[in-house]
């Protein structure tokens, strides 16, 4: 069953190794959920440095240049070393790539390969005998050059200490289910709402791409659209066509808790945006999540972070929409 919060705080530190003509994309998808998860939390759940094979420059499919942090092989042993392999993938499929990668795989817990990278991991021999994916567009030519290996058309496989995902979108879902894994379904989804933000207005418009269920997504959108005045949740149920039996089961299953506890979350989450963005009082915050009174809502916000929305307000937090776009720390 999920977890609904895991408080552990250890630092998840991540070499990021680029080859040339790799996915812009499938970096940012990949990267943000985890930047995400360290400004909601204020904590540095997650590190990461970009490397390179040599530590020399490269160039993205669109023509980014990039300069590396430095070479793998002089990289800081953590948590995983991501590869991210996109075009040209049988040119960097080199007896020096396959060293370098055997090598990296000694001094990190896991490796994920992202997009072609599951053909560098494979060539190198290191997923023999795994379950994997790859890009939908080379899943016939890798499951005949790699008979070792057991391939799925799944978004992502995570098969021990090997996780493999097959691009750009779904390198988002695979670091959202990580961020849940490491530190609980709760986290993941705060990440969603943040990076799904409209911009437009203070409410927080998240449809929940990663949910099992549609019906569990139709749960969610009903409830960021009523925080002012909240639902019963048997209200919710029947929007949604469920029963209120079923729609608690499934929330159990997605998250690990109730649909109470969860929809009280997106009300204490958009609070915390508008306590950091400045332009309410707290009162007024109060009145557009649902609760009667000041006071209820500082005692939820407490309870649910720790800290109160006024004091969070004065010291100010990573979620303010002024810090998006300052990139987190990602030295190692």
């Not at 490269?58 to 430095?70: A, F, H, N, V």
């Not at 896991?110 to 997923?127: P, Q, R, T």
């Not at 961020?179 to 986290?187: C, D, I, N, T, Y």
């Not at 407490?302 to 929409?321: C, M, Q, S, T, Y």
Request: aromatic letters at 8%; glycine letters at 6%; hydrophobic letters at 40%.
């Amino acid at each position: 069953m999920p977890i609904w919060s895991n408080p552990a705080q250890k630092t998840r530190k991540l070499n990021v190794l680029l080859f040339d003509k790799f996915s812009n994309n499938c970096l940012a998808n990949a990267i943000e959920p985890f930047r995400a998860a360290n400004a909601i939390s204020g904590q540095s759940l997650y590190q990461w440095k970009y490397v390179t094979l040599d530590g020399a420059p490269i160039q993205s499919s669109s023509g980014l240049r990039i300069i590396p942090d430095g070479a793998l092989s002089h990289a800081e042993p953590g948590y995983a070393v991501v590869v991210l392999c996109s075009y040209d993938f049988v040119l960097h499929s080199t007896p020096a790539s396959f060293a370098a990668l055997r090598a990296a795989a000694t001094r990190h817990d896991v490796m994920i390969a992202m997009d072609a990278g599951s053909w560098l991991l494979a060539s190198a021999g290191l997923l023999d005998g795994r379950k994997a994916t790859i890009h939908w567009e080379e899943h016939t030519h890798f499951a005949e050059t790699f008979p070792d290996v057991t391939t799925f058309r799944d978004r992502y496989v995570i098969d021990g200490n090997r996780i493999t995902c097959t691009g750009a979108m779904a390198a988002y879902d695979l670091s959202s289910h990580l961020v849940a894994e490491h530190h609980g379904e709760a986290l993941r989804l705060e990440v969603g709402l943040m990076l799904m933000h409209d911009g437009s207005s203070s409410q927080l418009a998240f449809p929940l791409p990663q949910a099992r269920s549609d019906a569990v997504k139709r749960t969610i959108k009903v409830m960021l659209e009523n925080q002012e005045t909240p639902l019963p949740i048997s209200k919710l149920a029947s929007k949604t066509g469920l029963s209120q039996r079923r729609l608690q089961d499934l929330f159990s299953q997605e998250f690990g808790t109730t649909p109470s506890v969860v929809y009280r979350r997106i009300r204490l989450a958009t609070a915390r945006h508008l306590a950091t963005d400045g332009s309410l009082t707290i009162g007024e915050i109060a009145c557009r999540c649902g609760y009667a009174n000041v006071s209820a809502m500082i005692r939820a916000f407490v309870a649910e972070f720790g800290i109160p929305p006024g004091k969070l307000r004065r010291e100010g937090h990573p979620d303010n929409r002024s810090d998006r776009g300052v990139a987190s720390n990602s030295s190692l």
